[in-house]
Structure formats: C-alpha cells, structure tokens
C-alpha cells in the first residue's frame, strides 16, 4: 500500500501530495502524516514554500467516513497541527499554496482554507456538505469561510453545502487562479518561486501581522505593530536580510538572503 502523503523537495519548494484513492479522504493517521509534512517545511531552512495537492479526481473529500464507521470519533485527535496537518498550525511561518486539482469538499476545502493562497483548475469544486450529514464545518470552515466571502454567500455555503466552481470562487475573490488542469502545478510553482526569491524573515513577518491583526481596526493594528509583541516582526527589522535588501538594490543585483 502506498503511503498516503508523499513530498518533493525542489528549489526551496515542498510539494505535499495526498494520495490516498479513491477521494483522498482523510482519517487520523494521514492528518498526522500531512503535518508531519508541513512541520518539515517549518524546520527545514532550504524550504521556503510549501505546495499542498491531490491525485486524482478529489483534492480531498475531507474526513474519511469510513473511518468513522470503524470507530474513529468526530471528536478525534488529529495531531498537533489540527484536522489535515495544517487547519490548525498556526506557528507555520512560511507560505503554503493549496493547488486544488479536482473536488475540495468538507474537510478537503478546510485545508484549502487553511493555506495562504488558491490556485484551482477549471474543473474544480468547492463545499461545505457537514450539515447534510448531521455535522458543522468545525475544521476551519465555519470560522475561515465568513472571513474570505461576503457573510451572505459563506453563510450559504454553510447551512445549504451546495458546490461552488472555480469560476464562482474566483468571482469573488476566493481562489487566487484558476488554470488548466494540465498547468496548475506550474501555475502553484511560479507562485512558490517569487515568494521564494523574497526575504524568508519578511515573508514570516507578513504572515505573523496578518495573523495577529486580522479582526482589528486600522488603528488598533497599527498598535499591535508597534507593541513589540510580535516577535516575527521584530526579528524581521533587526535582520541582516533587512539591511541587504536595500543594500543589494543600490549595488543592481540580486540579494543574497541569509535568513538572519
């Protein structure tokens, strides 16, 4: 039996690949070997970008049902990074492109969620069926949903789990590409490789102030960054890579980053 999450490391570029036929549905044992994954590019500091995908048909049909009439509860321990490895990791500081190449439904659209941005193919599907089956979107969905769609349309999603197209997610601002089938790891991969040639501390930086200001007003961000309480933030000013930039741009070449 093939193992269900499989890796390739390139160029600074960590592809995470489920596979796991026929609808890459997801139980215990593979949300903890999907964050295994995604704590490898956390760790590794010749990754700098992590691509999550799926073969098949299905980018994932989410929670593996059959899994939960063997006995696994609703209520399980996924690990420490939460539902698929990546719900709930929220210490990741390196961006993370979910490539979803076919249907994305429950659990499957929560890891869309979970990433920093969406590339989809054209054929590709998204929803939130929980309510049909007697559950809610407890993975993310619920919580991340209203904050990337206007309420009206999230709620929708919720409380009907009808699909959602590519087209429709892109409409409104929820998908950041839809591609060919045939060009969406390329199209996932130029992505990866202009946050690859930026700054590591900056690009954790970003990710740490959207974080940490998502639900506040201008004003209260702005006091939120100048707190010193963000400590991404503050190592990214004090950083050797924040005086090469600069220094780089006058001397009309290309910076050499450290990570320091």
């Not at 990074?81 to 490539?99: H, Q, R, S, Y």
């Not at 202009?194 to 201008?218: Q, W, Y």
């Amino acid at each position: 039996m093939t193992h269900p999450v499989r890796t390739e490391a390139r160029d600074g570029v960590l592809t995470i690949t489920l596979d796991r036929p026929k609808a890459n549905a997801i139980d215990v044992a593979t949300s903890r070997a999907l964050y295994a994954a995604f704590a490898q590019l956390q760790d590794d500091p010749s990754l700098r970008v992590g691509i999550i995908t799926g073969t098949g048909r299905f980018f994932s049909a989410g929670w593996d049902l059959n899994a939960a009439t063997e006995g696994e509860a609703i209520d399980a321990d996924h690990g420490p990074g939460g539902f698929a490895g990546l719900t709930e990791f929220f210490a990741l500081g390196k961006p993370v492109i979910a490539a979803v190449n076919g249907l994305a439904f429950g659990g499957g659209f929560e890891l869309a969620l979970a990433a920093d941005l969406i590339v989809a193919a054209e054929h590709a599907e998204f929803a939130l069926p929980e309510v049909k089956l007697g559950m809610m979107a407890d993975s993310g969905g619920v919580l991340r949903l209203p904050r990337r769609l206007p309420r009206a349309i999230a709620t929708e999603l919720l409380l009907t789990g009808r699909r959602m197209s590519a087209q429709e997610a892109l409409n409104w601002g929820l998908i950041n590409q839809m591609v060919a089938a045939d060009a969406l790891l390329e199209s996932a991969n130029a992505l990866a490789r202009h946050m690859v040639a930026a700054a590591p501390l900056a690009l954790a930086a970003v990710k740490e102030v959207l974080r940490a200001t998502e639900a506040s007003t201008v004003a209260e961000a702005y006091g939120t960054l100048r707190s010193g309480t963000l400590p991404g933030y503050t190592a990214m000013l004090r950083s050797e890579d924040a005086q090469e930039g600069p220094r780089a741009f006058g001397e009309k070449r290309q910076p050499r980053w450290s990570g320091r």
